[in-house]
């Protein structure tokens, strides 16, 4: 069962236009973590939020973590060719910091040179 | 830092067979992870080691799956009498336990296994 719905899916844009990706679930949790994964390779870290209504930027990335610590946002800004992947948002269960990750399905995005 | 590391990369075999997978996490963590992702979905956790001591096991994961970390470095992963529905990506990833940083866990790079 995966706690995490991502939105959207799929997203293919232009070079240079900016995007929201989001991470929405009923459940809260005590940390979020985004990953980004190649095709053929294991996901790799991006950021981790903890706390509620937390900001964190990474170069052109913002991420963003509820008040109620149960969704969050990815906002990239002028995307570039490169940041095309498969984007994954992952919570750890409240109550537990040291267990087991609930991924979302990822939206996969393209960007277009 | 050299990373987690898996082996093999890539597994093919035939169903019936028994495979064998390894994970070396980073040197430092003793928090131990297995995954497994199929074509479209987000990881699922498997499994879960702190130090030798596995602490929990999803329902995924059925008799036919067993998971060892003899000495609380590197683990494996076995299964036995593959079935065509095991073909996947099988992850595995480590963690620390001090302060913050005990929330993230670093993947490698995975096994794919194609079970024809």
């Known amino acids: 069962t995966q706690l995490l719905e991502q939105s959207p899916q799929f997203l293919s844009i232009q070079e240079g236009e900016n995007l929201t990706v989001y991470c929405n679930s009923s459940?809260?949790?005590?940390?979020l973590q985004w990953y980004r994964q190649e095709p053929g390779e294991g996901p790799v870290l991006l950021v981790t939020?903890?706390?509620?209504?937390e900001v964190k930027k990474l170069k052109r990335l913002t991420f963003q973590f509820g008040d109620a610590r149960k969704d969050s946002s990815l906002h990239i800004t002028a995307a570039q060719p490169g940041d095309t992947g498969l984007y994954l948002c992952?919570?750890?269960?409240?109550?537990?910091?040291?267990?087991?990750?609930?991924f979302g399905r990822g939206t996969q995005l393209t960007v277009w040179p | 830092d050299t990373g987690v590391s898996q082996d093999p990369r890539h597994k093919i075999t035939k169903r019936g067979q028994n495979v064998t997978f390894r994970c070396d996490p980073i040197?430092?963590?003793?928090?131990l992870y297995w995954y497994r992702q199929t074509l479209g979905q987000g990881p699922e956790f498997l499994t879960y080691?702190?130090?030798?001591?596995?602490?929990?096991k999803s329902r995924l994961l059925s008799d036919r799956f067993s998971a060892e970390r003899p000495k609380g470095s590197f683990s494996t992963l076995e299964i036995q009498r593959t079935e065509q529905g095991d073909s996947a990506m099988y992850l595995c990833?480590?963690?620390?336990?001090?302060?913050?940083?005990?929330?993230?866990?670093?993947f490698g790079p995975g096994t794919r296994l194609t079970v024809t």
């Open positions: 992952a919570g750890a269960d409240r109550g537990s910091t040291l267990g087991r990750l609930y």
């Open positions: 459940s809260v949790f005590s940390s």
């Open positions: 939020v903890v706390t509620g209504g």
């Open positions: 040197s430092e963590h003793n928090r």
């Open positions: 080691f702190q130090n030798e001591a596995q602490l929990e």
């Open positions: 990833a480590s963690a620390g336990t001090s302060g913050r940083n005990s929330y993230e866990q670093y």
